[in-house]
Nanobody
Framework: QVQLVESGGGLVQAGGSLRLSCVAS????????MGWFRQAPGKEREFVAG????????YYDDSVKGRFTVSRDNAKTTVYLQMNDLKPEDTAVYHC????????????????????WGQGTQVTVSS
């Protein structure tokens, strides 16, 4: 089982950019599909982006498509979320998540499919 630690959140003006990082402990990182979720106050946790074990398959929620990019570096056991053209509605706590999978191309899109979560990092976008 990996442990996940996110970083890179902060306060940014609308239109700005941030890059979130999620570092995983353990030596089997390449066996895990990874995802990013976010939760705003009073709202349900929602899927943002996911990436397959090898990094060749990605999937995005429509609300971030074209603005956010998920990537991973298996050698560094890290998954990234590059966020561009940020909007006030992107304000939330962002969590990374992991789940061990067999298929190398699979991307997991729902919270219940992930079994390991980081503590989250706050992203605040001012208008």
């Amino acid at each position: 089982q990996v442990q996940l630690v996110e970083s890179g959140g902060g306060l940014v003006q609308a239109g700005g950019s941030l890059r979130l990082s999620c570092v995983a402990s353990g030596r089997t990182f390449s066996s895990y599909a990874m995802g990013w979720f976010r939760q705003a106050p009073g709202k349900e946790r929602e899927f943002v982006a996911g990436i397959s074990r090898g990094g060749f398959t990605t999937y995005y929620d429509d609300s971030v498509k074209g603005r956010f990019t998920v990537s991973r570096d298996n050698a560094k056991t890290t998954v990234y979320l590059q966020m561009n053209d940020l909007k006030p509605e992107d304000t939330a706590v962002y969590h990374c998540a992991a789940s061990k999978v067999q298929l190398t191309i699979i991307v997991l899109r729902t919270a219940r499919e992930y079994d390991t979560w980081g503590q989250g990092t706050q992203v605040t976008v001012s208008s």
